[in-house]
T-cell receptor, first 115, second 115 residues
Framework: KQEVTQIPAALSVPEGENLVLNCSFT??????LQWFRQDPGKGLTSLLL?????REQTSGRLNASLDKSSGRSTLYIAASQPGDSATYLC??????????????FGQGTILTVHP | DGGITQSPKYLFRKEGQNVTLSCEQN?????MYWYRQDPGQGLRLIYY???????QKGDIAEGYSVSREKKESFPLTVTSAQKNPTAFYLC??????????????FGEGSRLTVL
């Protein structure tokens, strides 16, 4: 059964810092990996989608990498701003085993960027 | 603007009552999903539909029911058989169904509280 773990569970940084959020998964048979942002009491907003054949995706100050063989993805946020404060979740779309065709979510990293 | 609309945003229910949560999308997506989010847990899949008039149970379907009579709409009914219905419910859609490579988009969520 696929398991997705996000480390750290919470992170607090001063404005302007570059930071890395980590996501690991136990089964490398995936179609894609998606990073989301969730503000308190709101739905999820898609940030980046990486297909299994890709190594990274970039959008503005965000860069996500994928190492499928080691079961890891990182989300890099450059020059963090207070508006980046939110919970960040990763999810993998499973391509094999009992989780075939299903998304498995991590529990998220709560990011606080203080001025 | 294209997107996913969930209603109501907040809902209170007495024990023993059924309630229906609405989810409408104008993205012309084939697939729609319902997730449940509880504090300290990742998102869990309740039901999903890859095409009109077809739907499948997710990981925690007991006590819930759905219908997919129109492509745009995927309502979720929380029945009195659901033992712990208080949660944040999220509806999502993707251009193609699970097993494809589509990006997942979410609504703003509905918070259900059982009194």
């Amino acid at each position: 059964k696929q398991e997705v773990t996000q480390i750290p569970a919470a992170l607090s940084v001063p404005e302007g810092e570059n930071l890395v959020l980590n996501c690991s998964f136990t089964d490398s048979a995936i179609y894609n990996l998606q990073w989301f942002r969730q503000d308190p009491g709101k739905g999820l907003t898609s940030l980046l989608l990486i297909q299994s054949s890709q190594r990274e995706q970039t959008s503005g100050r965000l860069n996500a990498s994928l190492d499928k063989s080691s079961g890891r993805s990182t989300l890099y946020i450059a020059a963090s701003q207070p508006g980046d404060s939110a919970t960040y979740l990763c999810a993998v779309l499973n391509a094999g085993g009992t989780s075939y065709g299903k998304l498995t979510f991590g529990q998220g990293t709560i990011l606080t960027v203080h001025p | 603007d294209g997107g996913i609309t969930q209603s109501p945003k907040y809902l209170f229910r007495k024990e023993g009552q059924n309630v229906t949560l609405s989810c409408e999308q104008n993205l012309n997506h084939d697939a729609m999903y319902w997730y449940r989010q509880d504090p300290g847990q990742g998102l869990r899949l309740i039901y999903y539909s890859q095409i009109v008039n077809d739907f499948q149970k997710g990981d925690i379907a007991e006590g819930y029911s759905v219908s997919r009579e129109k492509k745009e709409s995927f309502p979720l009914t929380v029945t009195s058989a659901q033992k712990n219905p208080t949660a944040f419910y999220l509806c999502a859609s993707s251009a193609r169904g699970l097993g494809g490579i589509g990006e997942l988009f979410f609504g703003e969520g509905s918070r259900l509280t059982v009194l």
